[in-house]
């Protein structure tokens, strides 16, 4: 595979880390199962990272898929990339809102945990449905329209992603939510193994 289309698909395995750990919470809190706030650290950790994730993937992809509509003749496939650069604009703009509550209060000096938790959810839904989109209809035709000298350059262009908390070093503000998930996949997996041994 080549490196800058390995880069994007890691990139959405990683979206889907954080949301598929985070999930379990944002759900029980807003269908009322619970009345206890998702961990408002951990969700900011995943606004912020998302909000800097996209300020790398958005535009990579954005160049790709400016050049494919170029050499496409198919209509559909046009169309669903047009769709896929308008989503960008949404989802940017979604999540940059949920970031600015971060930095807004209630009267009580709290930030507005009943806006962010269903406009992160919304975000969600819209990014995971994006990513399907991406894998089904946009990455299988990078490597069948560009050479691999094109690739390269448009790599080089855009250098390597330093991912703060999935990569090397995590930074220090995304240490807890890597744990969060860490363990949550760590418990994921003891469960699927043990079902593997429930005889019935
Ligand atoms: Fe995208
Ligand atoms: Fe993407």
Known sequence: MEKVVAQLTLDHVQIKRITKSLEHQVERYLQGETADAPDLNLIRAAVEYAVRSDQYHHPLEETLLLKLEERIADHELQHMFITIRQQHVELDNLIKNIAGYFSTTDARGLVPT???????????????????????????????????????????????????????????????????????????????????????
């Open 114 to 200: 009943g806006k962010i938790i269903p406009e992160y959810s919304k975000y969600v839904a819209m990014q995971l449905e994006h990513l399907e989109t991406e894998d089904t209809y946009f990455y299988p035709m990078i490597e069948q329209l560009f050479s691999s000298d094109e690739l390269e350059a448009i790599q080089a262009r855009f250098g390597l992603r330093d991912d703060p908390l999935f990569g090397a070093n995590t930074e220090d503000s995304f240490k807890p939510l890597c744990d969060f998930i860490l363990a949550y996949e760590a418990q994921e997996s003891a469960v699927q193994s043990d079902q593997l041994f429930v005889v019935e």
